[in-house]
């Protein structure tokens, strides 16, 4: 056997995987409705989701409102939030976090398709979750990453910089299993061929980015304890530089952050977990600082008690609350 | 941790070999060997590792004794802790199943220590080994006693760690000495290599696959179409081989790396005439270590009947705590003691009848891996049409990667190919470009792959 030809066979191989073993994208099915994509999309990668519907933004007009964030969000369709005249699109894409929608949002501005008004979701402090961004693909990934361990050095606490390179090696190593995993190569396959197959019935996202609720709403049972385990995981320094990259958008940004069940929500107003509390004082500094309009969580007594868990609003709760964030003045 | 995961082949083992080739001073790569397979071993469960280091250091102790060659005493002493450990892990709440039901049944009553045993993996592999060396170092067949750290990489080599082959000291002894002047050829890369891609193909591309198909009809063993039966029982005997033949070509492959030769320990066993035959190509170092540790003293040839029996017995236990085990062994043996009587007769018939007929018949013993004895018996009747509802047949697909497998278990000669290469430079190349194909193959299906099925034993 011939080593070098092995190397040489092997490493060709793998730069096709990588080519070829990505999500294809030509028309938008958010455009086009093509149910079938629409159901694949949700047995997708985050990162690829972000990518479909970048594309499809980057192949339509500029619209009024969207939506970004992640299953906090996702859910709210543009009945939920009063704008079915084709003005609102739902960008969110579950699994990821206010870091993604913040990447996110940049690159829609440099294609100049930046929604007018950007919603932007941070999931409840108390739920203190922050994971590093899938997308964009490596080697621009790596940029940003780059970007972040130079603003660490220079400006967060050295315990806060190897978190950030630990989630990095985290997606890192997540995205290469992701690259050799057959499963999803098909599902990618079968995601760019779609068009050509049977359209699947019980289709999840909607023309609007929505994806409809997988779990009916329902009486949540609460427990006393709930978050109180969460861990900080929030990166004050890195949240605030986002909420700076954020301000600095062609477009009225709201960040607002998601609700939690009305029960839950009473409780922890009156006595907020140790790390929610200091990450709302900073977070309400950064919005006037950097001149934001944010939102702390409201208490969604209004709405109906039916939840789809003690985080996630139906869509037409959450939906009802965006609407009148929507009505207000910009309260800075 | 698991050869075929991705943890093991993209950072455990670059990780290793770096060190081992690069970072390490020449004189310490047997420590760095030692701590990367107590790290390999304890990612499954520090308590494991801390089992396996006591092993390591009770032998040890005794067999650095002067007085220990031909002390009967000593070698009881010597083996005791490495079998009482077996015992307590792995056989002892069959015990308590089998002989104090009572006990098994209410579990408010005693016996609270041994709830929850976790069975460390391979224990019984690193157990014989501790012993055989225990026996052969009481017989005087060690030539040099081994120092403490040669010992302990003796039996914690991770390559062969937790699923064999159960080599002797001396098999190893050589490159163990050598390991600080070990410089790896070209040839050592290609053969490791070689046998490294095909054992992960036989494992993760067609074990696991088989697995795959198997899976729906496992639950419902006795309301299987007799085609049904039959084709789970050819598809697990499949399964099971290239399940532990492509361990054992893994290990051999990474043994390589490490300037190891570690025996084969299948010799294309599907192809034996006979039942006899059978036992001296499948899992050969296991054979050996029953031949040369138990048939033997027990007296090998003089009580022929009883010691065939024994020793199927223990073989048949040692691959599990239960008695479908046991009685799996013991239709070994009723075997390999059917042919001596009929040998004269079955030796007659074309080889492939031959091959055909003892295919068939260790098959039908793998029935006694895959179920309990009630649903054995559910699926005999099946086998043989006598089921009650018949639900479920194997797709063209199924039955195609049946014959594939078949194909490549029959025809594919992947230890040839590892160790013999075509002087043709055509062949070379699209033999190093199929190789790579293979890999590329293998990586794709590695995040479904499962455990492999000896590390049960």
């Given at each position: 056997m011939k080593l070098l030809t092995f190397t040489t066979a092997l490493v060709f191989l793998i730069v096709c995987l990588f080519i070829f073993n990505g999500i294809q994208l030509?028309?938008?099915?958010?455009?086009?409705?093509?149910?079938?994509?629409?159901?694949?999309?949700?047995?997708?990668?985050?990162?690829?989701?972000?990518?479909?519907?970048?594309?499809?933004?980057?192949?339509?007009?500029?619209?009024?409102?969207?939506?970004?964030?992640?299953?906090?969000?996702?859910?709210?369709?543009?009945?939920?939030?009063?704008?079915?005249?084709?003005?609102?699109?739902?960008?969110?894409?579950?699994?990821?976090?206010?870091?993604?929608?913040?990447?996110?949002?940049?690159?829609?501005?440099?294609?100049?398709?930046?929604?007018?008004?950007?919603?932007?979701?941070?999931?409840?402090?108390?739920?203190?979750?922050?994971?590093?961004?899938?997308?964009?693909?490596?080697?621009?990934?790596?940029?940003?990453?780059?970007?972040d361990v130079f603003f660490g050095v220079m400006n967060a606490p050295v315990a806060d910089t190897l978190k950030i390179l630990k989630r990095a090696a985290i997606i890192e190593w997540d995205s290469l299993t992701r690259l050799f995993n057959y499963e999803l190569m098909m599902r990618r396959l079968k995601y760019a061929s779609s068009e050509h197959i049977p359209a699947i019935s019980g289709t999840r996202f909607l023309p609007d980015g929505s994806r409809l609720q997988e779990e009916k709403p329902s009486k949540v049972i609460i427990d006393a304890n709930s978050f109180a385990d969460a861990k900080p995981n929030i990166l004050l320094d890195f949240m605030a530089r986002d909420m700076a990259r954020l301000s600095k958008l062609d477009a009225r940004v709201i960040i607002y952050e998601s609700p939690i069940h009305p029960e839950l929500a009473i409780k922890l107003n009156q006595q907020p977990g140790v790390y929610a509390a200091k990450t709302r004082i900073r977070f309400l500094k950064a919005c006037k600082d950097y001149n934001i309009e944010c939102y702390s969580a409201p208490v969604l007594e209004d709405g109906s008690d039916l939840w789809v868990d003690k985080s996630h609003a139906p869509g037409s709760v959450l939906g009802a609350y965006l609407a009148q964030i929507l009505k207000h003045e910009p309260a800075k | 941790m698991i050869f075929n995961s991705f943890e093991f082949l993209f950072l455990f083992l670059p990780a290793v070999l770096t060190g081992f080739f690069v970072f390490s001073a020449a004189r310490y790569r047997i420590w760095l060997l030692i701590g990367a397979s107590f790290l390999f071993y304890a990612l499954s469960g520090i308590e494991h590792a801390i089992i396996l280091l006591l092993q390591i250091l009770w032998v040890f102790v005794f067999i650095r004794m002067d007085s220990f060659q031909g002390n009967r005493v000593a070698l009881t002493f010597a083996i005791l802790f490495p079998a009482l450990s077996l015992i307590y892990y792995k056989y002892l709440g069959f015990l308590i199943a089998s002989f104090l039901p009572s006990y098994a049944e209410d579990g408010s009553a005693g016996f609270s220590l041994f709830e929850n045993i976790i069975l460390p993996a391979g224990i019984s592999f690193f157990t014989f080994q501790s012993v055989s060396l225990a026996i052969d170092r009481y017989r005087g067949h060690i030539r040099e006693i081994p120092k403490f750290r040669e010992l302990a990489l003796y039996i914690s080599f991770f390559p062969q760690l937790v699923a064999g082959p159960i080599v002797r000291y001396d098999q190893v002894a050589e490159a163990i000495h050598g390991i600080s002047a070990f410089r790896i050829k070209h040839q050592d890369v290609i053969e490791a290599l070689s046998f490294i891609i095909f054992g992960l193909t036989a494992k993760v591309l067609i074990a696991d696959s088989l697995s795959l198909y198997i899976e729906p009809f496992k639950g419902t063993p006795g309301e299987l179409p007799a085609l049904s039966a039959l084709y789970v029982l050819f598809a697990y005997s499949f399964q099971i081989y290239f399940d532990f033949y492509g361990y054992s070509l893994i290990a051999i492959g990474l043994g390589r790396l490490f300037g190891f030769h570690l025996p084969d320990n299948f010799l294309r066993p599907y192809e034996a005439l006979n039942p006899k035959e059978f036992w001296r190509r499948w899992h050969v170092s296991l054979s050996y270590w029953i031949r040369d540790y138990l048939y033997i003293p027990l007296g090998g040839r003089d009580r022929h009947l009883r010691n065939i029996l024994i020793t199927f017995a223990v073989c048949g236990l040692w691959h599990g705590a239960d008695w479908t085990f046991i009685v799996w062994g013991l239709y070994h043996a009723a075997l390999v003691i059917g042919y001596s009587q009929v040998s004269r007769f079955w030796d007659k018939f074309p080889f492939i009848v031959q091959k055909a007929v003892n295919f068939s018949l260790v098959s039908l013993g793998w029935i006694l891996f895959l179920f309990n004895f009630q649903e054995a018996n559910e699926f005999l009747k099946s086998m043989f049409g006598f089921s009650v509802n018949s639900v479920g047949t194997p797709s063209l697909e199924s039955w195609l990667f049946l014959l594939l497998s078949a194909g490549v278990c029959f025809f594919a000669h992947f230890v040839r190919y590892s160790r013999h290469f075509s002087s043709s430079v055509i062949v070379s190349h699209i033999y190093a470009t199929f190789l790579a194909g293979l890999l590329v193959a293998v990586l794709l299906f590695v995040d479904r792959s499962q455990d492999f099925i000896y590390f049960r034993f």
């Amino acid at each position: 056997m011939k080593l070098l030809t092995f190397t040489t066979a092997l490493v060709f191989l793998i730069v096709c995987l990588f080519i070829f073993n990505g999500i294809q994208l030509t028309t938008s099915p958010f455009k086009n409705g093509n149910a079938a994509q629409l159901a694949i999309i949700d047995e997708l990668p985050a990162a690829d989701v972000v990518k479909i519907k970048i594309n499809h933004a980057n192949i339509s007009s500029r619209v009024k409102v969207g939506l970004f964030g992640n299953s906090r969000s996702v859910q709210v369709s543009s009945q939920d939030i009063g704008l079915e005249n084709g003005g609102f699109f739902n960008f969110a894409v579950p699994g990821t976090s206010f870091r993604q929608s913040t990447i996110y949002l940049e690159q829609l501005s440099k294609m100049g398709k930046t929604p007018e008004i950007a919603l932007v979701s941070f999931d409840n402090f108390e739920l203190q979750y922050f994971p590093s961004p899938p997308h964009p693909s490596a080697p621009l990934r790596w940029v940003y990453v780059w970007k972040d361990v130079f603003f660490g050095v220079m400006n967060a606490p050295v315990a806060d910089t190897l978190k950030i390179l630990k989630r990095a090696a985290i997606i890192e190593w997540d995205s290469l299993t992701r690259l050799f995993n057959y499963e999803l190569m098909m599902r990618r396959l079968k995601y760019a061929s779609s068009e050509h197959i049977p359209a699947i019935s019980g289709t999840r996202f909607l023309p609007d980015g929505s994806r409809l609720q997988e779990e009916k709403p329902s009486k949540v049972i609460i427990d006393a304890n709930s978050f109180a385990d969460a861990k900080p995981n929030i990166l004050l320094d890195f949240m605030a530089r986002d909420m700076a990259r954020l301000s600095k958008l062609d477009a009225r940004v709201i960040i607002y952050e998601s609700p939690i069940h009305p029960e839950l929500a009473i409780k922890l107003n009156q006595q907020p977990g140790v790390y929610a509390a200091k990450t709302r004082i900073r977070f309400l500094k950064a919005c006037k600082d950097y001149n934001i309009e944010c939102y702390s969580a409201p208490v969604l007594e209004d709405g109906s008690d039916l939840w789809v868990d003690k985080s996630h609003a139906p869509g037409s709760v959450l939906g009802a609350y965006l609407a009148q964030i929507l009505k207000h003045e910009p309260a800075k | 941790m698991i050869f075929n995961s991705f943890e093991f082949l993209f950072l455990f083992l670059p990780a290793v070999l770096t060190g081992f080739f690069v970072f390490s001073a020449a004189r310490y790569r047997i420590w760095l060997l030692i701590g990367a397979s107590f790290l390999f071993y304890a990612l499954s469960g520090i308590e494991h590792a801390i089992i396996l280091l006591l092993q390591i250091l009770w032998v040890f102790v005794f067999i650095r004794m002067d007085s220990f060659q031909g002390n009967r005493v000593a070698l009881t002493f010597a083996i005791l802790f490495p079998a009482l450990s077996l015992i307590y892990y792995k056989y002892l709440g069959f015990l308590i199943a089998s002989f104090l039901p009572s006990y098994a049944e209410d579990g408010s009553a005693g016996f609270s220590l041994f709830e929850n045993i976790i069975l460390p993996a391979g224990i019984s592999f690193f157990t014989f080994q501790s012993v055989s060396l225990a026996i052969d170092r009481y017989r005087g067949h060690i030539r040099e006693i081994p120092k403490f750290r040669e010992l302990a990489l003796y039996i914690s080599f991770f390559p062969q760690l937790v699923a064999g082959p159960i080599v002797r000291y001396d098999q190893v002894a050589e490159a163990i000495h050598g390991i600080s002047a070990f410089r790896i050829k070209h040839q050592d890369v290609i053969e490791a290599l070689s046998f490294i891609i095909f054992g992960l193909t036989a494992k993760v591309l067609i074990a696991d696959s088989l697995s795959l198909y198997i899976e729906p009809f496992k639950g419902t063993p006795g309301e299987l179409p007799a085609l049904s039966a039959l084709y789970v029982l050819f598809a697990y005997s499949f399964q099971i081989y290239f399940d532990f033949y492509g361990y054992s070509l893994i290990a051999i492959g990474l043994g390589r790396l490490f300037g190891f030769h570690l025996p084969d320990n299948f010799l294309r066993p599907y192809e034996a005439l006979n039942p006899k035959e059978f036992w001296r190509r499948w899992h050969v170092s296991l054979s050996y270590w029953i031949r040369d540790y138990l048939y033997i003293p027990l007296g090998g040839r003089d009580r022929h009947l009883r010691n065939i029996l024994i020793t199927f017995a223990v073989c048949g236990l040692w691959h599990g705590a239960d008695w479908t085990f046991i009685v799996w062994g013991l239709y070994h043996a009723a075997l390999v003691i059917g042919y001596s009587q009929v040998s004269r007769f079955w030796d007659k018939f074309p080889f492939i009848v031959q091959k055909a007929v003892n295919f068939s018949l260790v098959s039908l013993g793998w029935i006694l891996f895959l179920f309990n004895f009630q649903e054995a018996n559910e699926f005999l009747k099946s086998m043989f049409g006598f089921s009650v509802n018949s639900v479920g047949t194997p797709s063209l697909e199924s039955w195609l990667f049946l014959l594939l497998s078949a194909g490549v278990c029959f025809f594919a000669h992947f230890v040839r190919y590892s160790r013999h290469f075509s002087s043709s430079v055509i062949v070379s190349h699209i033999y190093a470009t199929f190789l790579a194909g293979l890999l590329v193959a293998v990586l794709l299906f590695v995040d479904r792959s499962q455990d492999f099925i000896y590390f049960r034993f």
